[in-house]
């Protein structure tokens, strides 16, 4: 570890959703790649979830940009979150390249998030780190409007 490189030099906003109050569906991610990266970590936010709802998220792979052969990454999903002790909470999934199936092409990632029976407030985000190459700055989704430091 090495004390002079700055956050935003080892990490990268690679795709977000951002906070809305998300009706019972799924919403998902774009797919991002992991050629860049060793790890990514997904981050889920709730708000005040509505009644009876819940939230189950998980990560997914795919052979390209566009979604191709898409699945489930195996032990990547949370435990179901449930109004009754949900609202206000975060929660990571936590990814490291060698998950992927790469043997048979996937190095393409997304989130998919659900939210089951009302509307919920939510946010998430799929963050990359340590890069292969260069700062993980230069692979920040164009969303990303300010780096301060």
Known sequence: MNPNVKFSE?????????????????VTTGWVSMAYFHSLVAIIQTGVLGASATLDAKLQQATSSGGAGAKDITGKALTQI???????KQ???????????????FTFV??????????????AMLIGFNPLYQSAAS???????????
């Open 82 to 88: 449930v109004k009754a002790s949900g609202d206000s």
């Open 139 to 149: 692979y920040n989704q164009a969303g990303v409007a300010q780096i301060v430091g």
């Open 91 to 105: 929660a990571l999934i936590e990814l490291r390249d060698t998950d992927l199936d790469v043997n048979n092409g």
């Open 10 to 26: 080892a990490h990268s906003i690679l795709a977000t959703l951002d906070p809305v109050s998300q009706g019972a569906a799924t």
């Open 110 to 123: 997304r989130l998919s998030v659900t939210v089951g029976t009302a509307a919920s407030l939510i946010n």
